[in-house]
C-alpha cells in the first residue's frame, strides 16, 4: 500500500513568493493533516481536514497561509507571499478518522527554504 | 490540551534495553497514549499506543502506570536503526484529532 506522498521534497524561494505544497494521502484515509515543523522541535498542527471540511484551523495563519481539499482526497498548502520564519518542514499526515484510536501515518514533509 | 513531557535525550547501548518515560499528569479519561519516532530526514512513524492496559507489538511495548498519568516506551533491544526521535502524544476521542507534539526524546544509540 503507497504511504502519504507529499511533493515537491525541496523548495527554495524567496521571501514575498508564493509557494505551493501538495499532499496526497493513503487511499480511504478521511482525515488530513498538515504541520510545520521547525528545526529541533516536534510537528505543530497548521490544520485537520475532516474529509472536504476543515475542522481544525486554529493554528493557521491565515493572512499569509491557505489550504484546501478539494473532493475530500489530495490536498494543496498555500503560503503567499513567503517571509524567511516560514523556512521549515512541512508535514501532511492522514488518517482513518480522528478517534483516539486512529493512527496518523505521515509523508516524507517538504522542507521549504525561504531566502 | 492535556500535554506530556519527557527527558530531552537519552543515550543507550546497543542490543540493550531501552526504557523512554513521559508524564502525562492531567490525562482525561478518554485520552489515547500514542507513541512515534522520527527518523533523520522523514516523517514520523507510528510506534504504539493504549489507553490502560500493557501494550505489546513487534516494535516495542508500551507500560503504562495503574493512575494512567505516566508511561514508558520500551525497546527490548536497541539497535542502531533505532536512534530517532521519540514523540508521546495524546488522542482524544471528544476532540480527537488533536494531537500536541513536544519536542521528544532524542534517543542514541551507541554500538
Known amino acids: 500500500e503507497a504511504g502519504v506522498v507529499q511533493s515537491p521534497r525541496y523548495k527554495i524561494i524567496e521571501k514575498k513568493q508564493p509557494v505551493a505544497f501538495w499532499c496526497n494521502p493513503i487511499s480511504g484515509h478521511n482525515t488530513l493533516y498538515w504541520y510545520l515543523q521547525n528545526l529541533g522541535q516536534g510537528p505543530e498542527l497548521l490544520i485537520r481536514?475532516?474529509?472536504?471540511?476543515?475542522?481544525?484551523d486554529s493554528q493557521l495563519p491565515k493572512d499569509r497561509f491557505s489550504a484546501e481539499r478539494l473532493k475530500g482526497v489530495d490536498s494543496t498548502l498555500k503560503i503567499q507571499p513567503a517571509e524567511l520564519g516560514d523556512s521549515a518542514v512541512y508535514l501532511c499526515?492522514?488518517?482513518?478518522?480522528?478517534?483516539?484510536?486512529?493512527?496518523?501515518?505521515f509523508g516524507p514533509g517538504t522542507r521549504l527554504t525561504v531566502l | 490540551d492535556a500535554k506530556t513531557t519527557q527527558p530531552n535525550s537519552m543515550e543507550s547501548n546497543e542490543e540493550e534495553p531501552v526504557h523512554l518515560p513521559c508524564n502525562h499528569s492531567t490525562i482525561s479519561g478518554t485520552d489515547y497514549i500514542h507513541w512515534y519516532r522520527q527518523l533523520p530526514s522523514q516523517g514520523p512513524e507510528y510506534v504504539i499506543h493504549g489507553l490502560t492496559s500493557n501494550v505489546n507489538n513487534r516494535m516495542a511495548s508500551l507500560a503504562i502506570a495503574e493512575d494512567r498519568k505516566s508511561s514508558t516506551l520500551i525497546l527490548h533491544r536497541a539497535t542502531l536503526r533505532d536512534a530517532a526521535v521519540y514523540y508521546c502524544?495524546?488522542?482524544?476521542?471528544?476532540?480527537?484529532?488533536?494531537?500536541?507534539f513536544g519536542d521528544g526524546t532524542t534517543l542514541t544509540v551507541k554500538p
Open positions: 502524544i495524546l488522542r482524544d476521542i471528544p476532540n480527537a484529532g488533536k494531537s500536541t
Open positions: 481536514y475532516e474529509n472536504e471540511e476543515a475542522v481544525d
Open positions: 499526515a492522514s488518517s482513518l478518522g480522528s478517534w483516539g484510536t486512529d493512527t496518523q501515518y
